[in-house]
Nanobody, 117 residues
């Protein structure tokens, strides 16, 4: 069993910044990735950024240059630094941990990010 817990959502004005945090615990797969997805009502969940435990990162085009994902070496904790936030970034953000090569994937409960003046 793997538990994934996010924190750090909230309300921020356009152009502002926010940092999300996530920690996974339990029976963690040895080769894994962690990342952030987001979802708005009526749309599919969208990958925002991922990072493997080897340090490889991947971003959706719409956040490149604005968001940075980072992971503490040796720990199952991941952060998402979000800068220059825009109203279209408003969504529920979900943290995930997944086994590389497919199979296991675990999700947090989600944290709301609202960008509004």
């Amino acid at each position: 069993q793997v538990h994934v817990v996010e924190s750090g959502g909230g309300l921020v004005p356009p152009g502002g910044s926010l940092t999300l945090s996530c920690t996974a615990s339990g029976s963690i797969p040895g080769f894994n990735g962690m990342g952030w997805y987001r979802q708005v009502p009526g749309k599919e969940r969208e990958m925002v950024a991922t990072v493997t435990n080897g340090g490889w990162t991947n971003y959706v085009d719409s956040v490149k240059g604005r968001f940075t994902i980072s992971r503490e070496r040796g720990w199952n904790t991941v952060y998402l630094q979000m800068n220059s936030l825009q109203p279209e970034d408003t969504a529920v953000y979900y943290c995930t941990l997944y086994a590389l090569g497919g199979g296991e994937q675990y999700w947090g409960q989600g944290t709301q990010v609202t960008v509004s003046s």
